[in-house]
């Protein structure tokens, strides 16, 4: 397995397609649920004669596709490319409008400096076994629950903010919600790190950040 780093994704030119936390994600707008179930069919054909599989939802109004490589990890290879430019040939062909600037995903990080000894207490709870942490990270193989992201941490005294979001966006998307955020009350804590994440707070003083996959490995 060959994990793609940031630029070769950006390179491959997956214009449907946007990187957030481990998989590349594409949105597609469907008139309705038949035309939806239309294009998953057509998917999960293409996708069992290569057998490589992309996470598929239909619900209102959209089809939301991600893939990824499940193999020591969660990463993009050359094998989703390939999946993510035949799943957009379909799209084309049924007709459906891609709308990759609306991709999110959720992550909720624990700042930890006990990775180890919490990770197995957070796995079988939030997944019902402990096989589900995979490197700093808790996956749901079925994606009911977001990932939970252990963010490496020095030993500290409480209280202090311990837990925040991560909010992955598509990178044209990340400044007009920023400013929407602020604008709502909220304030820019830290954007040296722009715009691979950027940490904002509440008007209460809790912390977000929004990433995206740009300046990143």
Known sequence: MN??????ILDAGLDDWRKLAQALHARYRIADFTAGAA?????AEA??????HPDLKITRGVVDVSLCT??????VTQKDIAMAEKISEIARQ???????????????????????????FWSVLLTGSPENKIYDSVFD??????????????????????WHFDLWLAP???????????????????????????VLADPDGNRVCVCTCLERD
């Open 70 to 75: 499940h193999e020591d990890g969660l990463w």
């Open 3 to 8: 994990k793609l780093s940031t630029q070769d």
């Open 172 to 198: 044209e998307a990340a400044a007009d919600r920023i400013t929407a955020a602020v604008a709502a009350g909220g304030s820019v804590v830290d954007d040296s790190e722009a715009p691979s994440f950027t």
């Open 94 to 120: 049924q007709g459906l409008t891609p709308e990759p600037a609306t991709v999110t995903q959720l992550e909720v990080a624990l700042d930890t400096a006990n990775e180890d000894r919490v990770g197995p």
């Open 141 to 162: 193989p079925t994606s009911r629950v977001p990932g939970r992201w252990f963010q490496d941490t020095d030993q500290h005294q409480t209280p202090r903010q311990r």
């Open 47 to 52: 996708a069992e004669a290569v057998g490589h």
């Open 39 to 43: 294009f998953v069919t057509a998917v």
